[in-house]
């Protein structure tokens, strides 16, 4: 019998981020950026573990906790690692977006003609682009 070749996998299933401050974390994806709540998770303990954020496509970002803060899990390195997470935002709704985060304490770091990035409150780069449409009146 044949083996079936396989699918490409390349569809986005989910993207996890560990934090220090779950409460923190939330507020910033949840609050600032407005992405939809799915569910929370408790450890065995019954303290909140994780929260799992909805994103398009059917895949979701989960928030999850770690207990001290530059822990690593043995099951990842301290070499390469994730180096964006980038959202897409309308292009006519980056200054709004800028200025937003901006009063919230997480000015922007660094931009193109099409992204603008900021840390989340645990030093992750976040990217919030408009690619390829240009913003009104440049970057």
């Not at 207990?67 to 180096?83: K, M, N, T």
């Not at 992750?124 to 913003?135: E, M």
Request: glycine share 10%; charged share 25%.
């Amino acid at each position: 019998m044949k083996a079936r070749p396989l699918q490409a996998a390349t569809k986005l299933h989910h993207l996890a981020i560990q934090v220090v401050d779950l409460d923190r974390a939330e507020a910033f994806y949840a609050g600032l950026l407005g992405l939809p709540v799915l569910r929370r998770w408790e450890d065995g303990a019954g303290r909140p573990r994780s929260v799992w954020l909805q994103l398009d496509g059917g895949a979701f970002l989960a928030l999850e906790r770690c207990d001290e803060p530059g822990r690593q899990p043995a099951w990842s390195s301290p070499e390469a690692g994730l180096h964006l997470l980038a959202v897409e935002i309308a292009a006519a709704d980056r200054a709004a977006w800028e200025a937003r985060l901006d009063r919230a304490g997480h000015p922007k770091v660094q931009e193109t003609d099409f992204t603008f990035y900021v840390r989340d409150p645990d030093g992750n780069r976040i990217g919030l682009s408009h690619h390829p449409t240009p913003a009104p009146g440049g970057g």
